[in-house]
């Protein structure tokens, strides 16, 4: 696992950016990124810990929402969302909800 502040997947470790955002996630959350031949693999691990205390209880849901910066053209970026980002319109009730079992 990485450290906590995390950046881009770039081929080696002096073409990571670091994501300045890092700093938000909660202490103790590990994330890894490896690039693979279509792109990249991303985990991340945040403490069961974290969630309980969030919901006053052993953690039962959460929502996880996830957006990938991508620059494939110099100047030109875009946000790409895992499920629709739920601060827009586009957003479907439950998207990147998690449920324990």
């Avoid at 991340?44 to 309980?52: K, M, V």
């Avoid at 991508?70 to 980002?85: H, V």
Wanted: proline letters at 8%; one cysteine or more; aromatic letters at 8%.
């Amino acid at each position: 696992m990485a450290r906590r502040r995390s950046g881009s997947n770039g081929k080696t470790t002096n073409e990571k950016e670091d994501w300045p955002l890092a700093d938000c996630l909660p202490p103790g959350t590990k994330v890894a990124c490896v690039q693979t031949p279509t792109g990249h693999n991303t985990e991340i691990a945040i403490p069961a810990s974290y969630l309980d205390g969030r919901q006053g209880r052993s953690w039962r849901a959460f929502r996880l929402n996830v957006a990938v910066d991508d620059f494939d053209k110099p100047g030109r970026g875009a946000q790409l969302w895992w499920r629709p980002d739920w601060r827009t319109a586009r957003t479907r009730p439950g998207s990147g909800t998690f449920h324990r079992e």
